[in-house]
């Protein structure tokens, strides 16, 4: 059983940056591939970003490739994004997810995540 509790979000103007951070419980994370989605008022809930148990290898949505910035450290149970140059389309909840997948197919794969937290909000102004 893992934990997630995302924190870091709020109000910024377009082109400013946010930091979320995403706090997990259990011994196990590091057994885990991370993945943060987000969810625009109206739309479905989209993949944004994804990282190896390792931290090895990322995956970006292509929307916030070279914007975004996922890292992980395994000894603090922790996962971050970095959201820089924000855009008014970034606005939506954000959620940190966990995966017990080992396939790197799978990391942008929604219905494969095992862990969802409660997810914050970034709302960008333009």
């Known amino acids: 059983q893992v934990q997630l509790v995302e924190s870091g979000g709020g109000l910024v103007q377009a082109g400013g940056s946010l930091r979320l951070s995403c706090a997990a419980s259990?011994?196990?994370?590091?057994?885990?591939?991370m993945g943060w989605f987000r969810q625009a008022p109206g739309k479905e809930r989209e993949f944004v970003v994804a990282?190896?148990?390792?931290?090895?290898?990322?995956n970006y949505a292509v929307s916030v490739k070279g914007r975004f910035t996922i890292s992980r450290d395994n000894a603090k149970n922790t996962v971050d994004l970095q959201m820089n140059s924000l855009k008014s389309e970034d606005t939506g909840v954000y959620y940190c997810?966990?995966?017990?997948?080992?396939?790197?197919?799978?990391?942008?794969?929604?219905?494969?995540?095992?862990?969802w937290g409660q997810g914050t909000q970034v709302t960008v102004s333009s």
């Open positions: 997810a966990a995966t017990a997948s080992t396939s790197y197919y799978e990391l942008g794969v929604r219905s494969r995540y095992n862990y």
């Open positions: 990282i190896s148990r390792s931290g090895s290898f990322t």
């Open positions: 259990g011994r196990t994370f590091s057994s885990y591939a």
